[in-house]
């Protein structure tokens, strides 16, 4: 049975999430998550405590590939730029422990996690939630972590998908059985009618 174990990265100048997960045959589970705060400091201080905070999470969790989300370019090229510099730190971070790197946009993390590519940050974290069997729904920067992560165990097994709990093994992709069970459990709407649009999830 393979086993791969993978670190998802959320990366910020002022927080950084991170999420670990482990891919063991057609399942997958949650290993740790959290958010690195990062202090106020000028950005070379900022960007090697990011580097050095993810060193220290894979260190403790031993990942053998990691997973960070693309920066897409915004309204304010400033803030696009800052958030390039933090990527950077993590991306270095990761390649220096020798992991392999995978880079998504949040276009295919939200598809990889809902089927939806608008998905809000409260989907996904339920969404997350359920496909890793929490108790609780992580923090927003931990959620999009570990979203990345999961986005990679599915990418990366197209011929033998980990499909969670609760959702049955369907001819086509993962991403179907995961629709079907966020569509069960109120994540996302049915898809049965016409003009169905993504609701926010039951409080």
């Not at 086993?3 to 063991?24: K, N, Y």
């Not at 958010?35 to 106020?40: E, P, T, Y």
């Not at 309204?75 to 270095?92: E, I, M, Y």
């Not at 108790?135 to 920067?141: K, L, N, T």
């Amino acid at each position: 049975m393979s086993l791969r174990r993978i670190l998802g990265i959320d990366p910020g100048l002022q927080r950084t999430g991170f999420g670990v997960i482990e891919v063991r045959g057609n399942g997958i589970s949650w290993i740790e998550s959290g958010v690195l705060r990062i202090g106020k400091g000028d950005l070379a201080s900022r960007l090697a405590e990011i580097h050095s905070g993810l060193r220290e999470v894979i260190a403790r969790t031993a990942p053998t590939e990691a997973s960070v989300e693309k920066v897409f370019v915004n309204v304010n090229p400033q803030s696009t730029l800052l958030l390039g510099q933090a990527r950077g730190a993590a991306l270095c971070a990761a390649a220096l422990a020798g992991l392999a790197v995978h880079e998504y946009t949040a276009l295919q993390v939200k598809q990889a996690i809902t089927g939806y590519g608008h998905a809000d940050k409260a989907q996904m974290q339920k969404m997350v939630r359920m496909l890793l069997g929490l108790e609780v729904a992580p923090p927003a920067d931990a959620a999009d972590a570990l979203a990345c992560a999961i986005c990679q165990a599915h990418a990366g097994r197209r011929t033998g998908t980990a499909i969670p709990a609760g959702a049955s093994r369907r001819k086509g992709s993962t991403r179907s059985a995961w629709n079907a069970l966020a569509q069960a459990r109120g994540v996302l709407p049915s898809t049965s009618g016409r003009g169905a649009g993504v609701r926010a999830p039951a409080k």
